[in-house]
C-alpha cells in the first residue's frame, strides 16, 4: 500500500487566496484525521471523519476553514480566504477503525503551507 | 489543554547512552500510543499499550504505563543518532470515539 498520499507537498500563497489541500487514506480504512502542526501549538485535530461523516469538527478554527470528504478515498481541506496566521504543516491521518476505538493511526508525509 | 504532556521537552544524549521520555495524561484511557516524528515528516506509530498492560516491549523500545499515575514512559536503548526525532504520547478518552489526543512531544538529539 502506498499509504496515506497528500498533495500538495509544499503551497505558497498571498494572504486571501484559496487554499485546497487533498488527502488519500490507506484503501479500507474508514477514520480520517485532519491535524494542523505548528511551533507554537503543536499537533492539533482540526477534524475527524468516521465513514465520510465528520463525527468532531470542534478543532476547525473558524469559518474560513472547511473539510469534504465526498467518498472513503479522498478527502479536501479548504481554507478560505487563507492568512498568514494559517501557515503550517498539515497532516492527513487514517486508521482502520477495526479496534472501534484509539485505533493507530497512520500519517501522510504532510502539506507545508505557507501564507505571505 | 492537551491530554497528554511529554517530559522532557527537549532530550540530548550521546550514542549509545539509553534515552527516557514520560508522558502524562489526564482522563481515564482504553490504550496510550508512542510515535515518532522525523524532522519535516509525518508521524509514525511505534508501539501501543493497553490500558490493563504494565509493560511493553518492542526491539530497543521499553514502554511502561502506570494508570494509578496516569502516566507512561518511553525507554530507547543503547541509542542510535538515527533515533534523534520527536517522539509523541498519544492518548485515546473511553468516551474519544476513535480520536487520539497528541501531547507537546520530546525532542530527542543523539550526538555521535
Known amino acids: 500500500d502506498a499509504g496515506v498520499i497528500q498533495s500538495p507537498r509544499h503551497e505558497v500563497t498571498e494572504m486571501g487566496q484559496e487554499v485546497t489541500l487533498r488527502c488519500k487514506p490507506i484503501?479500507?480504512?474508514?477514520?480520517l484525521f485532519w491535524y494542523r502542526q505548528t511551533m507554537m501549538r503543536g499537533l492539533e485535530l482540526l477534524i475527524y471523519?468516521?465513514?465520510?461523516?465528520?463525527?468532531?469538527d470542534s478543532g476547525m478554527p473558524e469559518d474560513r476553514f472547511s473539510a469534504k470528504m465526498p467518498n472513503a478515498s479522498f478527502s479536501t481541506l479548504k481554507i478560505q480566504p487563507s492568512e498568514p496566521r494559517d501557515s503550517a504543516v498539515y497532516f492527513c491521518?487514517?486508521?482502520?477503525?477495526?479496534?472501534?476505538?484509539?485505533?493507530?493511526?497512520?500519517f501522510g508525509p504532510g502539506t507545508r503551507l505557507t501564507v505571505l | 489543554s492537551q491530554q497528554g504532556e511529554e517530559d522532557p521537552q527537549a532530550l540530548s544524549i550521546q550514542e549509545g547512552e539509553n534515552a527516557t521520555m514520560n508522558c502524562s495524561y489526564k482522563?481515564?484511557?482504553?490504550?496510550l500510543q508512542w510515535y515518532r516524528q522525523n524532522s519535516g515528516r509525518g508521524l509514525v506509530h511505534l508501539i501501543l499499550?493497553?490500558?490493563?498492560?504494565r509493560e511493553k516491549h518492542s526491539g530497543r523500545l521499553r514502554v511502561t504505563l502506570d494508570t494509578s499515575k496516569k502516566s507512561s514512559s518511553l525507554l530507547i536503548t543503547a541509542s542510535r543518532a538515527a533515533d534523534t526525532a520527536s517522539y509523541f504520547c498519544?492518548?485515546?478518552?473511553?468516551?474519544?470515539?476513535?480520536?487520539?489526543?497528541f501531547g507537546g512531544g520530546t525532542r530527542l538529539m543523539v550526538k555521535p
Open positions: 491521518a487514517s486508521s482502520s477503525g477495526l479496534a472501534g476505538r484509539g485505533d493507530t493511526q497512520y
Open positions: 484503501s479500507g480504512h474508514n477514520s
Open positions: 471523519f468516521n465513514n465520510n461523516v465528520p463525527i468532531d
Open positions: 482522563t481515564s484511557i482504553n490504550n
Open positions: 499499550i493497553r490500558s490493563n498492560e
Open positions: 498519544a492518548t485515546d478518552g473511553r468516551n474519544a470515539g476513535n480520536m487520539l489526543t
